[in-house]
């Protein structure tokens, strides 16, 4: 499984961006997937994560209102939206897969054993 993640970009305070994430190969419907990410100098963070069928979602406090995580199984494609920016969402953006037999949100780092090479979203004030 190869994901690609891409939409990353520099924005203002307030802002919106749109990121999205390719899978290649496996059987996309059936993992869950996840969107983590990774400020300079500290440790790589869930944001949130939609279940692979009835697309259930659930985000971080940190960005719980203002992200929104959907998916679209045709397309192999995994998105998030995030509006609202603020400064501390700066980071590098990973999606993140784990195919699933149930469905089920993970929220650790170690649940998921295939990443993407990550996108870098600026939000500047």
């Known amino acids: 499984v190869q994901l690609q993640a891409s939409g990353g970009g520099s924005v203002q305070t307030g802002g919106s961006l749109r990121l999205s994430c390719v899978a290649s190969g496996g059987t996309f419907s059936r993992f869950t997937m996840g969107w983590f990410r990774q400020a300079p100098g500290k440790e790589r963070d869930f944001v949130g994560a939609i279940g692979r069928s009835t697309g259930s979602t659930y985000y971080s406090d940190s960005v719980k209102g203002r992200f929104t995580i959907s998916r679209d199984n045709a397309k192999k494609n995994v998105y998030l939206q995030m509006d609202g920016l603020k400064p501390d969402d700066t980071a590098v953006y990973y999606c993140?897969?784990?195919?699933?037999?149930?469905?089920?949100?993970?929220?650790?780092?170690?649940?998921?054993?295939?990443w993407g090479q990550g996108t870098l979203v600026t939000v500047s004030s």
């Open positions: 993140a897969a784990k195919p699933s037999i149930v469905t089920a949100i993970y929220y650790s780092l170690s649940d998921y054993p295939y």
